[in-house]
């Protein structure tokens, strides 16, 4: 099984397969080592199974099917090929693999789908170009209506192996597990399509190792390996305010929490001194919830900018509870900290004029900036961004406005200016609580003050909020990520030593 970082986009995986066969891998090996690992999933998940139904389509898709039709009834077990277009339809690779198979072959109209044990869904993979329809959606939704459990080949037919999502209204396979070749795609980890492939596997086809890095990939999984590097580390010789001094920006005296939940994540994720500005009926509230989190007085944005003059911060939060006055506060703090993170009410203010907020960060370009919408407040932002998949629209958000864009949810995008992006798939849904996003924002703080590049920051900042969530199990609530994070971190940066 391969575990990597990469993302292949369906003309990346295009790409990927040209430059095998052009290394001298045949494009037949590919499909025969991509059928036959089909068939080993079927035989691991379902060893049982005696009869399977393999639909088979009209492209090289079809052509793994056939390949695991012929592997899975070599090992005795009853395999029907219901094919979507006559074998002598077929062409180049899967025309060959289909004159390999000598069982029986029916036309999928006529195919018993009740009847199988397991059923192989050939039907499409990366090149689907428009919805399903016709035989090919009447197959589909059969399947899905079948309960049998439907291993798909490469990704469950309709889904779109880029967006995640099937193209149009067409229908898409529910599978209970997919086989993938090479590297998953974006559509295996964006939503719905995670949920519609089951359990994922990627199989080695005998691609050879140099051609996914010769590709310049820029879409990655948020997993560990990818910051990592990155993550900060305390320093024998440091002292507090070398590790960085976050600020947060706080609402009025009846909305502080947000500000609080900030300020604690900051904290927590190893940020050295973190103060909350606020007016004073605010400082008030504050002061009687925290001990190691400084107060500082700023009525208004013109009181954050004297706070900004006096001292360095290495990173500011705007947003979170913010209320009144907070357009001039984050402009104050994309101004005066050496680093922002603008979250909630930052986009209700910019609501249709990110421009307008595209120009204030870009008055630094170098300074770090990261931006944490979730998918209300990013419509809001940038209304005209509706096409594409998740990913395609936290790209284009990052490279209109010059900050680092995390499009919050249960697969959270984190997207660079430069083009790269991650994609997560670690948060629980227990982690839709109110206050959760005010944390996040925190930890981004807390990870840029300690000088942690927004890109790398961003995606770990999301990652460990996720693995938090996810190590707390039931009964989360915002107040409690702050608090098991260092558990997380714990792990990434390994146990301390005994002696
Ligand atoms: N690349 C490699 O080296 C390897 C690739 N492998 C495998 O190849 C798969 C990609 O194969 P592929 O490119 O042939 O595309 P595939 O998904 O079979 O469909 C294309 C056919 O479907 C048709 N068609 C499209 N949409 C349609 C619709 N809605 N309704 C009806 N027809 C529709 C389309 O027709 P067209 O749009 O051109 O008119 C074309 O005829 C990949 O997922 C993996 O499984 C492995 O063997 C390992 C090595
Ligand atoms: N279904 C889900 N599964 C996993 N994580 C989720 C899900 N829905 C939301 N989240 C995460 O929960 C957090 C909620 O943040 P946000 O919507 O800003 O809430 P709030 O404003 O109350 O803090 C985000 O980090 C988001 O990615
Ligand atoms: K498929």
Not at 40 to 69: F, Q, S, T
Not at 138 to 162: C, F, K, M, Q, Y
Request: proline letters at 7%; aromatic letters at 4%.
């Amino acid at each position: 099984m391969v575990m990597s970082l990469e993302l292949l986009a369906c003309a990346e995986m295009t790409e990927a397969d040209r430059r095998a066969v052009a290394a001298g891998v045949s494009g037949a090996a590919l499909m025969e080592a991509a059928g036959a690992a089909v068939a080993r999933r079927a035989r691991e998940l379902w060893p049982a199974a005696r009869r399977i139904l393999v639909l088979a389509g009209p492209g090289a898709n079809g052509g793994d099917g056939y390949v695991a039709a012929r592997r899975l009834a070599e090992r005795g077990l009853a395999v029907t090929v219901a094919a979507l277009v006559p074998p002598e339809r077929l062409s180049g690779d899967a025309a060959f693999m289909a004159s390999r198979w000598s069982g029986a072959v029916t036309p999928i109209a006529d195919a018993d789908f009740g009847a199988a044990d397991v059923i192989v869904d050939a039907l499409f993979g990366a090149g689907l170009s428009r919805p399903l329809e016709g035989a090919a959606a009447d197959a589909a939704e059969r399947a899905n209506a079948s309960r049998t459990p439907i291993l798909a080949v490469d990704v469950p037919s309709g889904l779109h192996g880029d967006l995640g999502a099937p193209l149009g209204r067409g229908p898409v396979v529910r599978a209970a597990a997919t086989v993938t070749f090479v590297r998953p795609k974006p559509g295996h980890v964006l939503l719905p399509g995670r949920t519609l492939c089951g359990a994922l596997t990627v199989a080695d086809i005998g691609t050879p190792e140099a051609v996914v890095p010769s590709l310049g990939v820029a879409t990655f999984r948020n997993r560990p390996a990818l910051w990592s590097g990155a993550l900060p580390r305390p320093a024998t010789d440091g002292h507090k305010y070398r590790r960085g001094h976050a600020l947060v920006w706080s609402g009025p005296e009846f909305m502080t929490g947000a500000a609080r939940l900030s300020a604690f994540a900051a904290a927590r994720v190893g940020a050295g001194a973190v103060t909350i500005a606020g007016a004073p009926a605010a400082l008030r509230v504050h002061a009687a919830h925290v001990s190691a989190i400084m107060l500082a007085e700023a009525v208004d944005a013109d009181g954050l900018e004297k706070l900004f003059g006096a001292r360095r911060f290495a990173s500011a939060v705007v947003g979170p509870g913010a209320g009144p006055g907070v357009e001039a506060a984050a402009r104050a703090a994309l101004d005066g900290a050496e680093s922002a993170v603008l979250d909630a009410d930052v986009f209700t203010a910019f609501a249709g004029r990110p421009d307008e907020l595209a120009a204030a960060i870009r008055r630094a370009p170098a300074r770090p900036v990261v931006l944490t919408p979730h998918e209300g407040e990013f419509a809001r932002l940038f209304p005209d961004l509706t096409d594409g998949s998740k990913l395609d629209r936290a790209r284009a958000a990052a490279s209109r406005t010059g900050a680092v864009v995390a499009l919050k949810g249960a697969d959270t995008v984190v997207a660079a200016p430069d083009g790269r992006a991650a994609i997560a798939d670690n948060a629980p849904p227990t982690l839709a609580t109110a206050g959760a996003g005010d944390v996040l924002a925190g930890f981004c703080a807390g990870l840029l003050a300690q000088g942690m590049p927004a890109f790398e920051a961003a995606a770990a900042a999301v990652w460990i909020h996720g693995e938090a969530a996810a190590g707390f199990g039931p009964g989360l609530i915002a107040d409690d990520l702050p608090h098991v994070a260092p558990a997380v971190l714990a792990r990434l940066l390994g146990a301390p030593k005994d002696s």
